[in-house]
């Protein structure tokens, strides 16, 4: 009724006050070009570059590295040319880590046919898997919104990413209603891409307008990279090769874990998590 309504409308004006504000926080950083935010460090590890055929040890070996979620990338041959495993394999895999948190980027032509098949793969708690999908997906369909209600109807984090070509001003029509915005720094599917350091601007302009959302990035990002995403302002650190084919991996977790804390949250030296190798 008109009650709701009006709380309703309550509701966003303290949203948008909150994010006023935070926007002024997140700008009166003390460095130059560096946007700083209270967003949790975590880095997710892309399960493209493991040994496939070993998926569940695999994950286990970067979970004991340090890694704080698991990068599932689901291509269906369709939006991306490879393929490379669907809803099933998730759920199998659930089963196998039941408390870690799965990102499952759907690289897929559409999205809404796979929301249920994830959901499946919840976890023990509502809020471990997060369904993130492309706009490029859903919008020329008009199926964004729908796709939305969807993970929400199915207790699924929303996630929203778009590709390199994608202008970051039709993602924030959405970034009221998303958990998570991912900015690709290579085009999605394509192997042997470099880090797109020109995406930046997408993830500083979103954390100017969301100094509360969690900002992935994914594509070429290593500890060789991770200084300009963390300076831009991204907290979810998404790295496939940069992890699994590391000399060191819980090395390699350190490192962008603590960019991300030194140049994204502003911590001093002292204050890092501290560094970890794989011999300890």
Not at 38 to 61: F, N, Q, T, W, Y
């Amino acid at each position: 009724g008109a009650s709701a309504q009006h709380s309703i409308a309550q509701k966003q004006q303290q949203q948008q006050q909150q994010r006023g504000e935070g926007a002024a926080a997140a700008r009166a950083s003390p460095e130059a070009g560096t946007m700083q935010h209270c967003c949790e460090a975590k880095i997710g590890p892309s399960v493209l570059d493991c040994d496939m055929a070993e998926l569940a040890k695999e994950v286990h070996r970067v979970l004991d590295a340090g890694a704080d979620y698991v990068h599932l990338d689901v291509m269906d041959g369709h939006f991306v040319p490879n393929i490379s495993f669907g809803p099933y394999v998730i759920q199998c895999l659930r089963k196998h880590v039941p408390d870690v948190p799965f990102d499952c980027h759907m690289m897929t032509s559409e999205p809404e046919k796979w929301v249920e098949g994830i959901a499946k793969a919840q976890g023990n708690e509502p809020g471990l898997t997060t369904y993130t999908f492309h706009l490029e997906a859903t919008e020329p369909r008009g199926k964004t919104q729908e796709v939305i209600d969807m993970c929400r109807k199915c207790d699924l984090r929303v996630g929203l990413t778009i590709s390199p070509d994608t202008p970051v001003e039709d993602l924030l029509k959405y970034a009221d209603q998303i958990d998570l915005a991912l900015i690709m720094t290579v085009y999605p599917g394509k192997g042997g891409q470099s880090f797109m350091d020109d995406m930046m601007s997408k993830v500083r302009t979103l954390r100017e307008q969301y100094p509360d959302l969690d900002i992935e990035v994914d594509g070429g990002v290593k500890p060789a990279t991770v200084d300009a995403a963390a300076e831009a302002g991204a907290n979810l650190i998404v790295s496939g090769s940069g992890v699994y084919k590391a000399k060191d991996m819980a090395e390699s977790i350190s490192v962008m874990r603590r960019s991300v804390e030194k140049l994204g949250q502003g911590k001093a030296d002292d204050e890092l998590s501290p560094m970890r190798s794989d011999a300890k």
